[in-house]
């Protein structure tokens, strides 16, 4: 569905890592989360820059801590699911009980997520009163014969529309019909910010300032 009201900025890496987002749609963002970090926060560290505010990283499997300077990152040695501990001793919790603790109570997200597959879950069993305070959330999604996937969608469809998608070129392969690749970038944006443009994205003439997760692959995307 294109919007009338946005302009596309990639914060992060120039390639793994990184995420477009909605540059003008973040101006009321007050804390920014950011899930999977594996190590390294590109993403946490340019919207925390940006926005000055705080961003709350989580990884229960990586235990760095991203260093960035002029950046207010919260590390938690966490991950984001079903509240308790696995078999590795790993802890996770659910989002609203983290919001909670970081005393993210009435305000607006940016959320960035890679979770490796996870996200369908998570995401569904989310509430809406959490949902709706996420302004923009940009999902590195895994795959879609999992089993909440069409749940997982039809769900958030609720409360966000797709603003953009970006194919992994790193996970192209030709059995993923209807999808050139198995991995994807998908960012939502908050139904209550969103301005749906009437005419499609051809006669509009507008680009996205995409860039590949791999240069050294072939890319793979598609028009829609």
């Known amino acids: 569905m294109p919007l009338a009201n946005y302009s596309l900025v990639r914060f992060g890496h120039p390639h793994d890592g990184g995420y477009l ?10 804390v920014a989360y950011s899930y999977g ?8 560290c340019d919207i925390g820059r940006a926005l000055g505010v705080a ?9 760095t801590r991203p260093v960035c300077p002029n950046a207010r990152l919260v ?6 699911g079903q509240t308790g501990t696995d078999a590795r001793f790993r802890a996770f919790d ?23 597959g996870a996200e369908w879950r998570v995401l569904l069993e989310t509430p809406a009163e959490v949902l709706v305070k996420i302004d923009q959330l940009v999902v590195e999604s895994h795959g879609f014969d999992e089993v909440h996937f069409e749940s997982t969608l ?3 469809k609720r409360f966000f529309v797709v603003a953009h998608a970006y194919f992994n070129d790193h996970s192209c392969v030709s059995g993923a019909q209807p999808l050139p690749s198995l991995v994807y970038d998908v960012l939502l944006i908050n139904r209550e910010l969103a ?3 009437p005419l499609p994205s051809w006669a509009r003439g507008a680009t996205a300032p995409d860039s590949p997760n791999r240069p050294d692959l072939p890319d793979c995307q598609v028009s829609w």
């Open 37 to 44: 970090i594996d190590g390294r926060d590109d993403w946490g």
């Open 21 to 30: 987002m909605c540059a003008n749609l973040l101006t009321g963002v007050c």
């Open 94 to 116: 659910i989002l609203e009980r983290q919001l909670a603790r970081n005393g993210a109570h009435g305000v607006c997200l940016a959320v960035e997520m890679d979770i490796e």
């Open 75 to 80: 590390f938690h040695a966490e991950c984001i």
């Open 195 to 197: 301005a749906v443009d």
């Open 55 to 63: 961003v709350h990283e989580y990884d229960c499997f990586v235990g």
């Open 154 to 156: 039809r769900r958030l």
